[in-house]
């Protein structure tokens, strides 16, 4: 068995634990994330894009194909059921014309779906853009959605969310009195498939982009507006709004903020958290970083950056927000055994830590994986638009993962606090993050030390963790203690 050196003492601990149980040699590393279903379209044909767009309900999911169809492509989106994989409805425009691109954009809230058409012709002028409404109930289309002001290539549908009654739907190429592509959203009342209001950005100006991202979480309406300058030429902000009152709370930029990072490029919110995608933050061209804010204070808590990142990863294209954790997407992130198939990867919101990285089963170069990403109940959907099929090439596909958070200091998410936990800490010790693995830093201080062996110790479950054949104690006080003098001992000989 290969001892990696650590302290003076690294025998010594080792023998403690000796004591309890037998150490395999092989430390078993796992992810908090199972891939559970893969979506192609039953229609599916090269260069349809499915995967460009995710969103998911309690029992549904949809996925976009801005640009499936026979020539000229005008997009589709199709609604599945989640307890079956099976597919419900294929959606499209009852208005469809040549390159609409419908699909761009999809959102759901209880029975309503909304899907965006970036350059679907609006009831004013061609190619403004537009969004439909759709009964999730039976697949039908309700009502489509147009802005009061549209222009020739606002881009109205570019992004979509939906919350309660209220959507709110970006249109970055907007011209406003601010300038050219200054940008702007609006505010929907689903049920009637009316415009409540108009949002600008207060400080608004031309090429900002206002309206690139949006979502919306009871009242507060999060606006991305990626190419805005305040910080440097391309930076990026972000607004945070009173859906009701329609006030501007907060403008948001990163502690950190450089030109080219395009903070804002992504967006997510819940909980009273908001999450931003920057996938060129760093040293251009950067491998991407996210960042947490308080969208109450307007407090930045956390900024994001993957285990493994490197150059032009595109970390932070896409974000979500689950129950206590943020999935980020990473475009052209390495996958484990391809390099720029894409990535993406599931942080703690309570600690900031990494907590997996997920790739899709089949992997491979540029499939754009994470190019979106959503969850709901535990259950990941991310998008890989680049994906090539039997359909064909760029034909794409979508992933359900389940993310569910492991047991207290289940380190490898096997399901068990067991050998497989601590052999991850040991392979670890005495180091400190990184280069030391993440996930061996279950108290989050960055570093493996005592701290993290007695999260797992307290934890410890009796039994026999699945497919081990190792039967493992579980610890008694005598053990606990003798590790733990060990461990002290180990620390103040360093």
Known sequence: MHHPPRVQCWGCLLAALAVACVIPEQTTQGATAHQTVRFTAWDAQAGDGFGSSVAMGDQVAIVGAPTHGQTPRPGSAYIYDLSTGGTLFTLNASDATVDDRFGSSVAVNDATAIIGATFGGSDASTLAGAAYLFDLDTGAERSKLSASDSEALDRFGSSVAIGGTTAVIGAWADNTEAGVDA????????????????????????????????????????????????MGIGSGAVYVFDAVTRAQNHKLTADDATAGAHFGWSVATAGGLAVIGSPTSESLPGPGAAYVFDQVTGEQLFKFNASDATVGDRFGTS???GQNVAIIGATLGAADSTSLAGAAY????????????INASDNQAIDYFGGSVTIKNNTAAIGAHGNNTADGVDAGAAYLFDVSPPLPADLNGDGIVGIADLNLILSNWNLNVPPADPLADPSGDGYIGIADLIQVLESWSPGTPPNSAFNIPEPGTRWVLSVLNASLLCRGRR
């Open 319 to 321: 974000v979500a927000i």
């Open 183 to 230: 940008g702007s959203a609006y505010l929907f009342n689903t049920t009637t498939g009316t415009e409540l209001s108009k949002l600008t950005a207060s400080d608004a100006t031309a090429g900002a982009r206002f309206g690139s991202a949006v979502a919306i979480a009871g009242n507060t309406a999060v606006i991305g507006a990626h190419h805005d300058s305040a």
């Open 346 to 357: 599931v942080f703690d919101l309570a600690t900031g830590q990494q907590l997996a990285k």
